[in-house]
């Protein structure tokens, strides 16, 4: 089968199963990962992405639990905070949503000393436009809407702008709240490179880890917007969708041109045909189409990477962050994040990533 088959495919049965949910799922999904696991000890620090934070909670608590003398310390303190830790030699790995930018890039490879600092994605992930608006079930928006309300020039639940989209639907008159990420946030810059590349004149902010725009209410990590918007009524925010699964927010049809698109497994998982592998060597970056109109085409996710040396960690870091890296790259460590509303690495990216896992060194 093709990479780009297997892509899309992947993603969607693993959020096919979040969807279904697993009763005793943790149980069994800890007793089949601990054979993938060859032990170390010592103790690491990691931090970074918050999108992340609930499968690296998994990850650890299983790691740990089979090997007992290992700590692995994950602070989800946002993307951009995480890249600095590691470029700072504060961490082992960073958590992040992005990929390193060239003068990070630059800096990373410094701290490495002794080789180069390398992109491994490990989660795939929707980014959500969630929503609380009691009364209204269903929403569709596109690109311009989505970027005319984060940009603050859309500010009403019933502009006309919104309500064209929604023949049907009664709008309140109320006054959208508005939330972005506060932090330095990986899924903030595909969030705004989404809106970048499908909304021009509408975003004229760019694409960065930073929120650049005026207007709103920021809020830390992907679990501070998500708790800022269940408490909130009439708001709005962007979100990796692991974060929705509890309940209590809508999600945001989006309309690409091709019609109104769901976020579901299947649709998820088509906008990962067309992603392609642009790394060399033992960096494997994706490249992500945020303008695609394919029909029946989620447009916004984001992949998450754990960001660390090839060659030039200290030896008291290397071989647990080696030891770690492989679980969660392995079969059974992506099989687990079908239960928490992520998905796992397609085949060939998967193969490629343990690769280059198994060259650090």
């Known amino acids: 089968m093709s990479r780009a088959a297997l892509l899309p495919l992947a993603l969607a049965s693993a959020l096919a199963l979040s969807a279904c949910g ?19 000890t010592g103790t690491i620090k990691a931090s970074g992405s918050s999108a992340q934070k ?22 989800p303190s946002g993307s951009g905070a995480g890249i600095q830790d590691f470029i700072n030699n504060q961490t082992a790995f960073a958590g992040s949503d992005s990929v390193l930018k060239p003068e990070e890039q630059t800096a990373a490879d410094a701290r490495c000393a002794t080789g180069k600092a390398v992109n491994l994605p490990m989660v795939v ?13 269903k929403i569709v928006l596109d690109a311009d809407t989505i970027a005319g309300i984060f940009a603050n020039t859309i500010t009403k639940w019933n502009d006309p702008k919104i309500a064209d989209l929604n023949s049907g639907v009664t709008l309140p008159d109320a006054t959208i709240a508005q939330f972005h990420r506060s932090d330095s946030s990986g ?36 679990d501070g917007v998500a708790s800022a918007l269940k408490t909130t009524p009439n708001s709005i925010g962007y ?12 999600v ?7 019609g109104a698109v769901e976020l579901t497994p299947e649709t998820a998982g088509n906008a990962l045909a067309a992603a392609t592998v642009v790394g060399t060597g033992n960096d494997v970056t994706l490249k992500l189409d945020y303008a695609t109109d394919a029909p029946d085409t989620y447009p916004i996710v984001l992949v998450t990477y754990e960001i660390t040396c090839e060659k030039g960690l200290s030896a008291t870091d290397l071989a647990l962050t080696k030891s770690f890296l ?31 896992v198994a060259a650090i060194s």
């Open 22 to 40: 697993s009763d005793g799922g943790d149980d069994a999904g800890s007793s089949a990962s601990a054979s993938a696991i060859e032990c170390e």
């Open 187 to 222: 899924t903030t810059d595909n969030f705004t490179k989404y809106l970048t590349a499908t909304a021009p004149s509408v975003w004229t902010f760019g694409a960065s880890k930073e929120w650049k725009a005026p207007g709103g209410q920021g809020a830390k990590g992907s």
């Open 125 to 137: 992930g929707p980014i959500a436009v969630a929503y609380n608006l009691t009364g209204v079930d």
């Open 326 to 356: 492989t679980y969660t790259a392995s079969d059974d460590g992506q099989e687990l994040l079908a239960d928490l509303g992520y998905g796992p690495l397609p085949d060939d990216v998967k193969t490629k990533v343990q690769d280059s």
């Open 252 to 258: 945001a049809e989006v309309d690409t041109g091709s």
């Open 54 to 75: 609930n499968a690296i909670t998994e990850w650890i608590n299983t790691y740990q639990t089979e090997c007992p003398g290992a700590t692995i310390e994950y602070s």
């Open 239 to 250: 979100v990796e969708y692991s974060f929705t699964q509890e309940g209590g927010l809508g």
